[in-house]
């Protein structure tokens, strides 16, 4: 699926509804585990869509230790690359998730500048079977993205998928709620 089909957006992140695997971006970012093995939902689905290859090239990588990523070329998918972050599993928010999550952000960020991307696409890392509450992945994918982002001349363009409506509508708040602190306005 082309990107352009965007609904809530800043100069940097836009928030569309889809399937992350179709997206025609430079790099497509996994919700990984740190074996960097195929699993449910996100993680299997772009497994499957990749092809075989992808699998192999992971295990040459793995492990990922929690908060951190690699990256593999994109195989059978439009996406060039996919970046394979590695977030937390929630335990309450009293054993450091939001600080691993954040770092999931950066390093993927780190990974896609050190390779020039300029458009990365970026599922609800940790909210799936990993339990993070969706509402706070949001506010700490927005603000890390912005942190990451904010100074750069030409900053990569981040999409932030989500599959179904409910998601999307958590993603515009917390983008809205952010906007005077990313210093970007919402279209």
């Known amino acids: 699926m082309p990107v352009k089909e965007n609904t809530a957006k800043t100069s940097t992140i836009k928030?569309?509804?889809?399937?992350?695997?179709?997206l025609e971006t430079d790099a497509i970012v996994n919700a990984a585990n740190e074996a960097l093995l195929p699993s449910g939902g996100v993680c299997g689905?772009?497994?499957?869509?990749?092809?075989p290859q992808l699998a192999t090239a992971c295990k040459k990588?793995?492990?990922?230790?929690?908060?951190?990523?690699?990256?593999?070329p994109g195989f059978g998918l439009k996406a060039r690359y996919v970046i394979h972050a590695v977030g937390p599993v929630w335990q309450g928010g009293i054993?450091?998730?939001?600080?691993?999550l954040a770092a999931c952000y950066r390093n993927s960020i780190q990974l896609a500048l050190h390779k020039n991307l300029h458009s990365v696409a970026f599922p609800a890392i940790s909210t799936g079977i990993f339990g993070y509450p969706e509402d706070q992945a949001a506010?700490?994918?927005?603000?890390?993205?912005?942190?990451?982002?904010?100074?750069?001349?030409?900053p990569p363009h981040i999409y932030?998928?989500?599959?179904t409506p409910s998601s999307r509508q958590i993603l515009?708040?917390?983008?809205?709620?952010?906007?005077t602190q990313c210093?970007?306005?919402?279209d």
């Open 15 to 22: 928030i569309i509804q889809g399937d992350i695997t179709t």
């Open 45 to 51: 689905a772009i497994h499957a869509a990749a092809g």
């Open 61 to 72: 990588l793995a492990p990922c230790p929690t908060g951190d990523a690699r990256i593999t």
């Open 95 to 100: 054993q450091g998730e939001a600080e691993l």
């Open 139 to 154: 506010k700490i994918a927005i603000s890390t993205i912005c942190e990451m982002t904010g100074d750069l001349a030409k």
């Open 160 to 163: 932030l998928c989500c599959f």
């Open 172 to 179: 515009v708040r917390a983008l809205e709620k952010a906007h």
């Open 183 to 186: 210093h970007k306005g919402v």
